[in-house]
């Protein structure tokens, strides 16, 4: 079965400071990606989704990108955070695109002051 | 867009209590889940449902795809604290190479020993 690692666990950075988040996938190939970002522990906004490497949507406007540099690596990142990013971030995947469900993370924790 | 609603929004019951929540879409889906997120932990996948009218049990859980394809219930038997948490349903259509959710905003459950 798969294993999502996430990147850090924790995070506090200041406003206007650059953000590097990391999701890394183990046991699957070619899965399909996804970012979300859940606010004060309700409700799962999804950001961005992969289909496959350097393949990304965004599903909504946003400060952040993302970017798929191998077929198990997802980042998300930005230049500059803004205090509305703050939140908490999970990563997911589809193993089996089309036949298959959505499995999580352990998520990333990110306060911007 | 498609959009879930799940309800209650929240429940406070007593430990051995039954608990039952809801969902349902104005449009149809392919397949219905059941997640459960623990503090600051990723959501977890309890039940996935796949064929209208599938009534499937997952220990004390419960959860039935409706006949409509436009609905599905969870029902927890006999609730114990360690219930605690948030339960989400998701909508999923396998049209295309998404596999995109559309997730409900949560029913988020406490149990009083």
């Known amino acids: 079965s798969q294993t999502i690692h996430q990147w850090p666990a924790t995070l506090v950075q200041p406003v206007g400071s650059p953000l590097s988040l990391e999701c890394t996938v183990e046991?699957?190939?070619?899965?399909?990606l996804y970012w979300y970002r859940q606010a004060a522990g309700r409700g799962l906004q999804l950001l961005f989704y992969?289909?496959?490497?350097?393949?990304i949507s965004s599903e909504v406007p946003q400060n952040l990108s993302a970017s798929r540099p191998q077929d198990r690596q997802f980042i998300l990142s930005t230049k500059k955070l803004l205090l509305s990013d703050s939140g908490f971030y999970l990563c997911?995947?589809?193993?089996?695109?089309?036949?298959?469900?959505?499995?999580f993370g352990p998520g990333t924790r990110l306060t911007v002051l | 867009g498609q959009q879930l609603n799940q309800s209650p929004q929240s429940m406070f019951i007593q430990e051995g209590e039954d608990v039952s929540m809801n969902c349902t879409s104005s449009?149809?889906?392919?397949?219905w889940l059941w997640y459960k997120q623990e503090p600051g932990e990723g959501p977890v996948l309890l039940i996935a449902?796949?064929?209208?009218?599938e009534l499937t049990s997952n220990g004390r859980l419960t959860a039935q795809f409706g006949i409509t394809r436009k609905d599905s219930f969870l029902n927890i038997s006999a609730s114990i604290p360690s219930d605690v948490g948030i339960y989400f349903c998701?909508?999923?259509?396998?049209?295309?190479?998404?596999?995109?959710?559309?997730f409900g905003k949560g029913t988020k459950l406490s149990v009083k020993p």
């Open positions: 997911a995947i589809q193993p089996r695109p089309s036949t298959d469900t959505q499995y």
């Open positions: 046991g699957t190939s070619n899965p399909n």
């Open positions: 992969s289909v496959g490497i350097g393949q």
């Open positions: 449009s149809i889906f392919n397949t």
């Open positions: 449902l796949y064929k209208a009218g």
């Open positions: 998701a909508g999923q259509n396998y049209g295309g190479s998404q596999g995109n959710l559309i």
